[in-house]
Nanobody
Framework: QVQLVESGGGLVQAGGSLRLSCAAS????????MGWFRQAPGKERDFVAV????????????YYAGSVEGRFTISRDNAKNTVYLQMNDLKPEDTAVYYC??????????????WGQGTQVTVSS
């Protein structure tokens, strides 16, 4: 059974940092896209970031939503089957439940077959 388990969420003041982790089990995702979406109260679940295998050796590309570019960094450790999201300079509008995803990739929810349960990030002003 495939599972994605997020950790690292919490409460932080504006301008602070958090690092989210997502540990996958049940299969390896080294040739798949892994990423993050988020959903704020009353809003759609939106794309945040993804790291995608290029098909060449161990090279991956990364893509970010415009609202987090320059502040968030996505990375992965295939040996641990884990993806990370380093979030710096957090803003109150980053408050949301953050979901780890894995699958074919892209900025749409339909590109991902596997979802975690989510971890809450709350940024106070």
């Amino acid at each position: 059974q495939v599972q994605l388990v997020e950790s690292g969420g919490g409460l932080v003041q504006a301008g602070g940092s958090l690092r989210l982790s997502c540990a996958a089990s049940g299969r390896t995702f080294k040739n798949d896209a892994m990423g993050w979406f988020r959903q704020a109260p009353g809003k759609e679940r939106d794309f945040v970031a993804v790291t995608t295998w290029t098909g060449i050796s161990t090279y991956y590309t990364t893509y970010y939503a415009g609202s987090v570019e320059g502040r968030f960094t996505i990375s992965r450790d295939n040996a641990k089957n884990t993806v990370y999201l380093q979030m710096n300079d957090l803003k109150p509008e980053d408050t949301a439940v953050y979901y780890c995803v894995a699958g074919r990739g892209g900025r749409s929810r339909v590109g991902y077959d596997y979802w975690g349960q989510g971890t809450q990030v709350t940024v106070s002003s």
